[in-house]
């Protein structure tokens, strides 16, 4: 199925039986053979002079597959006006496909077939008005008309293949990329072959590597669902690294984008270890934005680690708010593990007082768990608490006494106020 749209080709052939009833076809097609070479050589000079992107171009088969190109063209040409009919332009998708694999700009590819026009349609001029009678005019202006056509033509199928092909190479690399932060993110076994030479390939098997994974999300988590918006984070953190030598692998998981983000430890091993990679992307990470809640994992040594790092990663982004968007594993308080391990356990099966401090406390509008917490705050002084809350020493007292009429714990002391507060993060986590 032809790339171009089909009545595009019949415009084509349209002009070519123009060209028929001016009797530049076929007579023409002799004189275009004999000047074949001179016009390859003069059309790749001046695609190599005008165009500096063929020349500066590191790939070695770009300049063979420019002049191949070019003989391609020149051939399809002398056919066309040997008599043959308009083709399926094989070739020119063949090309257009080779240079998305290439990575190499379409916007090259297209100029080169506007700077190749001039040359092509001289050619063929030349030839129609040595070789055909009629009107000078009507000849000439038959094969302008074929020329810009013909342009057109091969210029629409070779982007609509350039494009086609980019788009599958990118679903390829992106179902790669996928297939391998899955493998990193779920363990792998180091028995599976096809697994060992897919990392190796990717990089990921050098011993001097460091890893940690990093999970981030909107501050709106609904905000999610939308992928431009997951691809806007992706895209976010990547431009947060560039300019390191942090290498980064990047994908969506349960909702959350999830990166492996590996760099090397030490160059050898006469060279200083670096800081660690945790450590360094922190700062990167706060570029990110108020919008954006980032949980880092720990520095790990290889990539079995990595589903203990996603796990750490997943638990300071639980623990990452507003006032820490971007939160550290190796950083996270204690307290707030404990909470965040134990709150599940304590809502199954809370203390027999837990229910009634909380029923008392929503009675209070709030003002008993917050005087255990001003008081903790406070280094378990009163007086400070008081100042803090702005009420007198005395209405403290006085909750205290209520909290433990309901509990039978003790605020004032040490063990039980811990006791108090861990079963109220507990439960209102």
Known sequence: MPSYDPSGLRRLQEQLMQLHRCGVIPAAAPVLGAMMTETLLRLQDTL????????????????????????DQARELLRLFSGGSVGDFRFVRDHA??????????????????????????????????????????????VADFSIEYTNAISIIAASDYVTRTRLLTEAEGDRRSELLNILLSGHDESDGRVSRLMKRAGYLDQRQTYCVIAAQAVNPPEMENPERVRRIIDAIATAITGSSIRLLAGVRNNVVTAVL??????????????????????????????????????????????????????????????????????????????????EDVRKAPPTWLARL?????????????????FADADMNMQQAARQLSRHPNTLYARFARIHEITGLDGQRYRELTELLLAADCWCV
């Not at 240079?99 to 129609?128: D, I, K, M, N, T």
């Not at 909380?358 to 001003?374: H, K, N, P, V, W």
Request: net charge neutral.
């Open 358 to 374: 909380i029923a008392a406390d929503g009675e209070a509008s709030g003002s008993l768990i917050t005087t255990l917490r001003a």
């Open 262 to 343: 590996s760099d090397l430890r030490r160059q050898s091993g006469w060279t200083a270890a670096k800081s660690n990679l945790s450590e360094r992307i922190q700062p990167l990470l706060m570029t990110l934005g108020p919008s954006v809640l980032v949980g880092v994992s720990a520095d790990h040594p290889s990539t079995s680690y990595l589903p203990q790092a996603l796990t750490e990663a997943g638990i300071a982004l639980d623990l990452a708010d507003v006032t820490q968007r971007v939160a550290m594993f190796t950083k996270l308080p204690v307290r707030g593990l404990l909470v965040l391990r134990g709150a």
């Open 97 to 142: 496909q080779r240079r998305a694999e290439q990575h190499f700009p379409l916007e090259v590819v297209l100029h080169a077939y506007r700077c190749g026009h001039r040359v092509l349609s001289q050619w063929l001029r030349e030839a129609a008005l040595a070789t055909a009678p009629g009107s000078p005019d009507t000849m000439a202006a038959a």
């Open 48 to 71: 190599l002079a005008e165009i500096p992107a063929f020349t500066s171009s590191a790939n070695p088969d770009v300049l063979p597959a420019l002049r191949q190109h070019a003989e």
